[in-house]
Each structure stands twice: as structure tokens, then as C-alpha cells.
């Protein structure tokens, strides 16, 4: 005769197993949306440095829309990251290895889009001309102009004490079909289109090398809040000829 107190165990067994498998399930579809909503719609990244001085600082952490811009385009003053089209990022010294268990931890937490370990091979930048723009710099007070149009900046320039001047660096530049030229807010501390005018690509970004546009500031607690594109400011830009 069965022991009658096995069947009890052995169905608290069974129940213990399907609640397992109930939470497995739960934890591989919450995974797979985070990865989706990652690669597709929004992203999260960390501030590296300082190129962006006011509007990001140092560690900040940003949220990025990748969706949007894939059916409106880009704006001039959108603030947006980018991946290196080749030759902006110096040699970086490679972090030590982590523990097996760590390096692990890691990867999931970037796969489904809570880690950002992949900030480093990217940059962010503000969008100051598109396609057939002719941008030059710089005019008498020191301003940028965008087809004959003066922009003043100074709203979210991050500039020296007395120094009113959006680029101490002159150019001028016509934007080709398929790039943008984009600049750092701290601008005497940002290696942006300006600094890369030798490489082969004159310093353009392709348009395919944008991830998406910054919206969000997420951390730290007491600089959540948007990221303004100060698009007001491009308003009077005629169209390029």
C-alpha cells in the first residue's frame, strides 16, 4: 500500500516546480522586451566627460529615443549620441579583466538595457547643421551662422568668464547629403566637428552613426529632468540653397 503521506509531498513538489517555471518564464519575457524596447526605442548611457558642459555633466546618465527620429529626422539643436564614425575616440586603455561572475552580471544587465557599459565607444554631441547647411564661424560678435543666419548660443554655451565667442576655432563648411556637424556645448573643451576636419569624412557624422536623440536626464536624483534641444534658436534658418 502507497503511503498515503507521499502524495501531499509529491504534489507540493509539482506546484513548487511550476511556480518555478512560472517565474522563469516571467523573467525571460521581461528580458526580451527590455532587450526590444533597448534596441529599439529607448536606450540609457552615462556622460563620460565633460564636452557637453552645461547640458550634461560628467556621470550623468541619459535616456535616449531611438524610435522617433526614424520617422521625424533629426532637428538642428537636437542634443544626440552617436558612435564613432572613425577616428574621434582615442586608443583607449582596455579595463581590467572582471571576474567571470561579474563580466556576466554585466552582460545581462547591458542585454536588457539597465547597464551602459557601451557608453564609452559612443559620443553625444549637439546638432548644429544638416544636410546642405553652409555653417561658418564665426561672425563679428562671435556668432555661428547656419546659411547666412546668425545663431545665438549663449543661452547654453558653456564659454570661459568674458569670452562671448561660440568657436574660438574658425570654419566654414558646407554639411554633405547624409551627415550633420555637430559641437559640444563646452566648446573650448570639445574635440567635436571642428577638430576632425582632416579626417577623410571632414568631420561630418553620417546620419547612419546616430543612435538617437538625448530626452531624458535619469541620474543623478537631483538633475532628473529634460534635455532641451533649444530649438527656438534655429527658428530664423532659411532653408540651405
Request: hydrophobic share 45%; with cysteine; net charge negative.
Amino acid at each position: 500500500m502507497a503511503d498515503s503521506s507521499s502524495a501531499p509531498a509529491a504534489k507540493r513538489r509539482r506546484g513548487f516546480l511550476v511556480f518555478l517555471r512560472d517565474v522563469l518564464v516571467i523573467i525571460i519575457i521581461a528580458a526580451l522586451v527590455s532587450f526590444v524596447v533597448k534596441t529599439f526605442v529607448v536606450r540609457s548611457f552615462y556622460i563620460p566627460s565633460a564636452s557637453m558642459e552645461r547640458t550634461l555633466l560628467v556621470n550623468d546618465r541619459i535616456l535616449v529615443d531611438e524610435l522617433t527620429p526614424r520617422w521625424t529626422g533629426y532637428e538642428r539643436g537636437d542634443v544626440v549620441v552617436f558612435k564613432d564614425p572613425g577616428g574621434w575616440l582615442d586608443a583607449q586603455v582596455q579595463p581590467p579583466a572582471q571576474p567571470p561572475l561579474l563580466e556576466a552580471v554585466d552582460w545581462v544587465l547591458n542585454f536588457i538595457g539597465v547597464s551602459a557599459t557601451d557608453s564609452q565607444d559612443h559620443l553625444v554631441k549637439r546638432v548644429i547643421g544638416l544636410p546642405g547647411d553652409r555653417v561658418v564661424c564665426c561672425n563679428a560678435l562671435g556668432q555661428i551662422t547656419i546659411n547666412g543666419a546668425p545663431i545665438d548660443e549663449l543661452s547654453y554655451l558653456n564659454l570661459p568668464e568674458g569670452d562671448t565667442a561660440a568657436s574660438n576655432d574658425p570654419f566654414d563648411v558646407v554639411v554633405p547629403e547624409g551627415a550633420v556637424w555637430l559641437m559640444g556645448d563646452n566648446r573650448d573643451r570639445s574635440r567635436d566637428s571642428r577638430a576632425h576636419q582632416d579626417l577623410p569624412s571632414g568631420g561630418f557624422v553620417p546620419m547612419e552613426n546616430i543612435v538617437g536623440k538625448s530626452f531624458l536626464t535619469t541620474w543623478p536624483l537631483d538633475r532628473v529632468g529634460t534635455i532641451d534641444g533649444h530649438h527656438e534658436l534655429f527658428n530664423g534658418v532659411p532653408a540651405p540653397e
